[in-house]
């Protein structure tokens, strides 16, 4: 099979269930926005931290392509079964989350991103995944999303903060408090 089939050529391209929509759709920014954190989170998990991180990572990459199918789904004309997103994959997230933050110190306040590229590299993830949440917060008002995708890319951001204050943690980086000027 051929990577390539010309047919996106003039713009457009095939939901599930074939309906054709211009590739600048909101559907396809929300799925597309989807992918681009996909990746962002393939960096994170080729850095050299925890394996126990690298292995939520995948559950989480694996977790955002069914979101990208689910996305990519017309909703009135796809008949093919698609994984589903739960309840418990939320939960997951929750977890990792409060596992990790039993050792971290209070926040007192914001943070600066930066102080290791690997934290850095979570901040922008966690950016994307801001991006991905709001789009498809507007896909939602003209097309009904499952609110448990929403749920989740709302706490996969919290997650990403969270996973980058850790790090910061275990790998001795400067964490930066923004100190506002008044």
Known sequence: MKIYTKKGDTGTTQLIGG????????????YGTIDELNAHLGLIRDQEINSLYIHQILEIQDRLFTIGSLLAADPETNTMTLPELSESDVVFLENCMDEMDTNLPEMKSFVLPGGHSTVSYCHIARCVCRRAERITDNL?????????????????????FVLSRKLSQELNANESPWKPRY
């Open 140 to 160: 939602n008002e003209v097309s009904v999303v499952d609110p448990v995708i929403l749920k989740y890319l709302n706490r996969l951001s919290d997650y990403l």
């Open 19 to 30: 309906t054709r929509v211009p590739k600048h759709a909101l559907r396809i920014e929300s």
